[in-house]
């Protein structure tokens, strides 16, 4: 029963190099999330999916782009990597009654 | 001013006492209320769901939803050192997006 799956777990990245995180849920939900996760800050929402061939702005979008691949998967690309961007990424998925079912998250750090 | 306020901690109880956890919010809206449980280096998991205003209880745990007052409380009898973690509160309105708190960090000393 695997959920949500997001890979790599850890990754370091030079600044201005690019990089895409990958996400696959189980679960056939519809709606897919990625979220950042900052100490002080909470999570907050990148993009995320309603369904499949949609995508939508989070509240914080700059730097980031998405793909949602079909039902099962959705990445997250980051093109010009910028120290800023260090964080935790989750990935996530919606199932009934709004309940968000979250990844084991991506370690990034951008030096 | 955030839509959902955490009190960030941290929290340290001793073993077996009760652990009280809360979160206000602003939205209206607001229908679905959940709390998350998250170890250290892991990906927050969902520990109680609730829909509208009341309580539920699974086991040691017991959510508590005001809406009236926008308030929605955690409460962990009898905890126990595997308790200690971060407590997200979150919840949402009809659309697809949640807002969360910050987290409380809760530490029960054995």
């Known amino acids: 029963n695997a959920g949500v799956t997001q890979t790599p777990k850890f990754q370091v990245l030079k600044t201005g190099q690019s990089m895409t995180l990958q996400c696959a849920q189980d679960m056939n939900h519809n709606s897919m999330y990625w979220y950042r996760q900052d100490p002080g800050m909470g999570l907050r929402l990148i993009y995320y999916?309603?369904?499949?061939?949609?995508?939508d702005k989070g509240e914080v979008p700059n730097g980031y782009n998405v793909s949602r691949l079909n039902k099962r998967e959705f990445s997250l690309r980051l093109e010009s990597a910028a120290p800023s961007q260090t964080s935790v990424y989750f990935c996530?998925?919606?199932?009934?009654?709004?309940?968000?079912?979250f990844g084991e998250g991506s370690w990034l750090t951008v030096v | 001013q955030k839509e959902v306020e955490q009190d960030p901690g941290p929290l340290s109880v001793p073993e077996g006492a009760i652990v009280s956890l809360n979160c206000t919010y602003s939205n209206s809206a607001f229908q679905y209320f959940m709390w998350y449980r998250q170890y250290s280096r892991k990906g927050p998991e969902l520990l109680m769901y609730?829909?509208?205003?009341g309580n539920k209880e699974d086991g040691r745990f017991t959510a508590q939803v005001d809406k009236s007052s926008k308030y929605i409380s955690l409460f962990i009898r009898d905890s126990q050192p595997s308790d200690s973690a971060t407590y997200l509160c979150a919840m949402s309105s009809n659309d697809y997006k949640l807002s969360f708190g910050a987290g409380t960090t809760v530490t029960v000393r054995a």
């Open positions: 609730t829909y509208s205003s």
């Open positions: 999916s309603a369904s499949e061939g949609t995508t």
């Open positions: 996530a998925s919606r199932g009934g009654g709004n309940t968000i079912y």
